[in-house]
């Protein structure tokens, strides 16, 4: 790491590696150790994987089992893998499941009739998640280059609980409320702040409900961050009472049927798709403005290798033409916060990440008024 060794040069190597294609001809995952950093005691490590690989939550779960509870924990016995089958049997297995297609597609259709159906039923009664491409143009909406930049930063848990149990909503309902805070700050300062509300797309986990196997389990469900309401109290229960429809939206679609299509489509279809999405004119209406994840994280004390994990900041993709990716992961109390996006978007993200602290101290000051549960949103 070049002198002097602080956050932005971290963030500036963690672009440069997360920029870098994974080779194909090998498992889709990397590890970094970056070392001179401004502790001479402390390390870096960047760990890279393909989301086709594992979902936030199996990442989750990839690192329990990476790290220990104890710095002298004993090494863990060898795992053989599965092996791998040879050509032969490869490809029978993929003409079996180019068979099955039609089959699949019978099954796949009327389920997605149905969904359309009922979502026409709730978008009558109001009760339908944000729709996509109803997003307003911002600043981080355009053609993606090959490049990324980083940044990061931290909350204490505690302070995040204490806005939950203040205001009676979820931790999801206060990450998007800071999400929202953070970006209203950064786009006020810019001048470019929509009068309507951003569009996010965040990732929900169908661990415990679909029966499909892989590591890759989860669905997307689509939520308004209304970074132009002004008051953050306003502000927390406009998200509130809007996660609580689109979950219950997204909980009546499907939890597999994004990915029943997907597979059915195959990986070519995917991939044409994806290449043609960054070509359509998003003038006025971007299909979502940024992707937004919460993952659980463990609440104890890590070591990784021996050595004591001070922090944690998940960094996720980025899709289509949204050039922002903001995760979120718990460590032992406190609250991290990875910030991804093309710097030919956002040359500067550092705005946008020291806007977290700053919405956060918002919420925190509101929320002294707020009798206790004042929302009764469960946890």
């Known amino acids: ?31 970094w150790v970056i070392e001179g950093g401004a502790r001479s005691d402390t390390v870096a490590v960047m760990l890279k994987v393909h989301h086709a690989v594992v979902d936030g939550v199996a990442g989750a779960n990839l690192l329990s089992h990476l790290c220990s509870l104890q710095p002298d924990a004993p090494a863990p016995q060898p795992v053989r893998g599965t092996g791998g089958g040879n050509v032969l049997q490869i490809a029978a297995s993929g003409l079996v499941g180019f068979a ?12 997605t009739v149905l969904t ?12 339908t998640m944000a729709a996509p491409f109803s997003a307003p143009p911002t600043p981080f909406n355009g053609p993606l280059g090959r490049l990324r930049n980083i940044a990061y930063t931290q909350l204490d848990m505690r302070d995040v609980k204490r806005v939950k149990d203040r205001f009676g909503v979820t931790i999801n309902d206060v990450v998007v409320a800071l999400c929202a805070g953070a970006l209203r700050r950064f786009l006020l300062e810019h ?9 996010a797309t965040v990732p929900v986990s169908v661990h415990d409900k679909s029966d499909r196997p892989g590591r890759n389990q989860a669905t997307w469900m689509f939520c308004r961050v209304p970074s132009q309401i002004s008051d953050p109290a306003q502000r927390i229960r406009t998200i509130a009472a809007g996660n ?32 043609i999405l960054p070509h359509i004119s998003i003038t006025h209406s971007p299909a979502y403005n940024l992707i937004l994840s919460n993952v659980p994280g463990p609440q104890a004390q890590l070591y990784f290798l021996g050595c004591r994990m001070d922090s944690m900041f998940p960094l996720g993709p980025l899709l289509g033409n949204a050039g922002l990716n903001i995760t979120v992961m718990s460590l032992n109390g406190e609250l991290g ?9 956002l040359p500067d ?17 509101c929320s002294d008024d707020q009798p206790e549960g004042s929302n009764h949103q469960d946890s």
Request: charged share 20%.
């Open 1 to 31: 790491m070049p002198a002097p060794g602080g956050r932005r040069e971290l963030a500036e190597i963690c672009g440069y590696i997360a920029g870098l294609p994974l080779d194909r001809d090998r498992p889709l995952w990397e590890m």
């Open 100 to 111: 099955s297609r039609p089959v699949r597609l019978a099954t796949v259709v009327p389920a």
């Open 116 to 127: 359309l159906v009922r979502t026409l039923l709730r978008a009558r009664e109001g009760r």
């Open 191 to 199: 001048g470019v702040l929509p009068e309507a509300p951003l569009v």
């Open 244 to 275: 609580t429809v689109a979950k219950d939206h997204a909980a009546a679609i499907g939890p597999t049927l994004l990915h029943d299509w997907i597979q059915f489509g195959g990986s070519t279809m995917f991939g044409a798709a994806m290449r």
């Open 337 to 345: 916060v990875g910030i991804v996006s093309c710097p030919d978007l």
């Open 349 to 365: 993200l550092w705005g946008v990440a020291d806007g977290f602290p700053e919405a956060l101290k918002e919420l925190l000051e």
